[in-house]
């Protein structure tokens, strides 16, 4: 199994542009959610979902937006990119919302906004 | 709200000594805790979990540790540490009946295991 894999690994935009992160897993979790790591900061949420269809905010979902269409996959959106964007982005996946099972991440975008 | 704290950035220690990696938490309820290593340029991996019963738990590559309801503690320790164990660790929670059942992180604590 491939577990949870992100791509790009490695991104440079302008300010003002778009793109979108992809993550995609193939374990059949229904519970996938997406984390910046700033240094001293450790992993923040920014949205995660909890099944096809639905999705919800984290602690910080300003500037980024998530649909989640099907189980498998889980894009991460930037409408309008800014240096404060400029971070490592993490995905992962986990059985279920409840499940105590840790969660499985991805190795990782890293993004610089210039 | 959730929180964890992890009070150290960088713990040195030398290789073959035991070392303790710390953290507190604060959560409304019983708390589900994870230990977590990240190795440079990857992913987390996860360590070792408390879930319920043993205090002391015991998880990959030698790695241990004690949750302590009254201190809301849950230090990661290792008897005899190896080089190879220097990396950014992460400590973090989730209340058993947390509604968004989200997953909070610590700051994380770089461990350096010195020759």
Request: charged share 15%; aromatic share 10%.
């Amino acid at each position: 199994n491939a577990g949870v894999t992100q791509t790009p690994k490695f991104q440079v935009l302008k300010t003002g542009q778009s793109m979108t992160l992809q993550c995609a897993q193939d374990m059949n979790h229904e519970y996938m959610s997406w984390y910046r790591q700033d240094p001293g900061m450790g992993l923040r949420l920014i949205h995660y979902s909890v099944g096809a269809g639905i999705t919800d905010q984290g602690e910080v979902p300003n500037g980024y937006n998530v649909s989640r269409s099907t189980t498998e996959d889980f894009p991460l959106r930037l409408l309008s990119a800014a240096p404060s964007q400029t971070s490592v982005y993490f995905c992962a996946s986990r059985i279920d919302r409840t499940s105590n099972q840790p969660q499985h991440f991805g190795d990782g975008t890293r993004l610089s906004i210039l | 709200a959730q929180s964890v704290a992890q009070p150290e950035d960088q713990v040195n220690v030398a290789e073959g000594n035991p070392l303790t990696v710390k953290c507190t938490y604060s959560v409304s309820g019983n708390p589900y805790l994870f230990w977590y290593v990240q190795y440079p340029n990857r992913g987390l991996q996860f360590l070792l979990k408390y879930i319920t019963g043993d205090n002391l738990v015991k998880g990959s590559y030698g790695f241990e540790a004690e949750f302590n309801k009254s201190q809301t503690s849950f230090h990661l320790k290792k008897p005899s540490a190896l080089v190879s164990d220097s990396a950014l660790y992460f400590c973090a929670v989730r209340a058993v009946n947390n509604a968004g059942n989200m997953l909070t992180f610590g700051g994380g604590t770089r461990l350096m295991v010195k020759p």
